[in-house]
């Protein structure tokens, strides 16, 4: 959503593999982030 108007949608399972990569992946943006989503505080 960009200014209050829907700009287009993502479907299908790569889009969300992809998107939950970025902090659940092998090599995730923050270390530290993927650990404490995991619960390995």
Do not use: C, H
């Not at 993502?10 to 969300?16: C, H, L, S, V």
């Amino acid at each position: 959503m960009i200014n209050r108007k829907y700009k287009g949608l993502f479907e299908g399972i790569e889009f969300k593999k992809a998107l939950f990569s970025i902090w659940l992946g092998a090599t995730p943006a923050g270390k530290k982030l993927k650990n404490k989503m995991l619960g390995k505080v």
